[in-house]
């Protein structure tokens, strides 16, 4: 029988909810493009319940100890005295979020002989050090599109958030004030307005669909150009490099990997190459910035707002000077955690386990890492030597 060390975020301060705002959550048939829902033979949670903290549990007691697995559940995840640390040796699967990641790095990776699995609840595995998990022979999963509209959702408020001065103008209320002019001197349309993102995958593809109606020019880059079809339908201007991107567009939106070429690509200099008064939203990978040059960028005017949920290292330090930065609309790293994505990487997390405990194969799609090599959804979005970061952010 197997043990399996789930990584879970903490628990509401108020504690497990007994109730919820609603009563269900929308029912969906497939995913955009027609990829179907994860299809476990039976979930034991009500969609639209919190499973994502520790008392949810993904929903997964139930389902283990009834089959003799056991089950270890811990938000206590950093450091050598964590819970995580100390229950690592002798776990066979290994079961995080990218909200909450436990890195998987190689030194831990070399301290627990038993791990054979490793599940990201969510999208997003580059807590995980691909190269050593190659080397050991350790699949790693996760389930694909369980949470991309979710972020591009997330991703769209935040570039509204920005543009129209929301959470200052927001502030001014809940203070008792009724200060419009304060409230209106950063306040534009997005309309008319150009907007980019950086890879135009799920997330980003999503991003640009929903961004559409707002009446703005869209613009692109990636390096995998979209389908003419697409182009067309969405009206998009691709750009072959980030450069001449950044040189059009008043509002960016990221959604590329973490890899070596874009570990710390937004820095003084290229942000430099954006017009004055651009907005960045970023809800792909903390460390695309380089931390310092974004409140500098901040500060001086070059840029008008920076917005995203993503954050290194997770959860960030009380002083993290994004915390406290002029014009941001940083949110915890939630954009992937929804109750309605919780529902359904939580029924995807067991479809992995199902199949992995009846030696059946996962779906391709949600494959990163098998048979000694990058596989399925994994050897498109991510690259061996150097892959992963063990601080990197994921959805």
Request: one cysteine or more; charged letters at 20%.
């Amino acid at each position: 029988m197997a043990k399996v060390l789930c990584v879970l975020y903490p628990d509401p301060v108020t504690g497990y909810p007994p109730v919820y705002a609603r009563d269900s959550i929308p029912t969906l048939t497939e995913y955009p493009g027609g990829m179907s829902l994860p299809s476990p033979s039976a979930i034991d949670f009500t969609p639209g319940e919190l499973l994502g903290s520790v008392s949810g549990e993904l929903g997964l007691r139930k389902f283990l100890e009834a089959a003799g697995h056991e089950l270890v559940v811990t938000s206590d995840k950093d450091g050598e005295d964590s819970e995580f640390e100390r229950e690592l040796p002798t776990a066979d699967i290994v079961i995080s979020q990218p909200f909450w990641p436990a890195y998987l790095s190689a030194e831990r990776i070399a301290k627990a002989p038993n791990l054979k699995l490793a599940i990201t609840a969510g999208i997003g595995s580059d807590h995980v050090d691909l190269d050593a998990a190659i080397a050991r022979g350790i699949t790693v999963a996760e389930e694909t599109y369980s949470n991309s509209i979710s972020v591009s959702e997330h991703a769209v408020m935040q570039i509204l958030a920005l543009v129209r001065n929301y959470l200052p103008a927001h502030d001014w209320v809940k203070n008792g004030g009724w200060n419009i002019a304060d409230a209106v001197e950063r306040s534009y349309d997005l309309e008319g307005m150009n907007c980019g993102v950086i890879a135009a995958g799920r997330i980003g593809l999503a991003v640009l669909r929903r961004l559409k109606p707002f009446g703005v020019n869209l613009h692109y880059s990636d390096k995998r150009r979209l389908p003419a079809e697409v182009e067309e339908e969405l009206g998009l201007t691709y750009h072959e490099d980030v450069p001449s991107l950044l040189k059009v567009v008043d509002v960016l939106s990221i959604h590329a990997p973490l890899q070596p070429e874009t570990y710390h690509m937004f820095n003084d200099e290229l942000i430099g190459q954006m017009k004055r008064g651009s907005y960045i939203v970023n809800t792909a990978r903390a460390e695309i910035m380089e931390r310092d040059a974004v409140v500098r960028a901040l500060e001086t005017g070059q840029l008008a707002g920076y917005a995203g949920d993503v954050w290194y290292p997770q959860p960030p330090a009380a002083d993290h000077p994004w915390r406290t930065m002029p014009h941001e609309g940083m949110t915890p790293h939630m954009s992937g955690s929804s109750l309605s994505a919780q529902a359904r990487y939580a029924a995807g997390t067991r479809e992995i386990l199902e199949a992995w405990f009846a030696q059946t194969p996962i779906r391709e799609e949600y494959l990163i890492v098998d048979g000694g090599k990058l596989a399925g959804a994994g050897a498109v979005a991510y690259t061996t030597g150097g892959t992963s970061s063990p601080g990197s952010s994921g959805h």
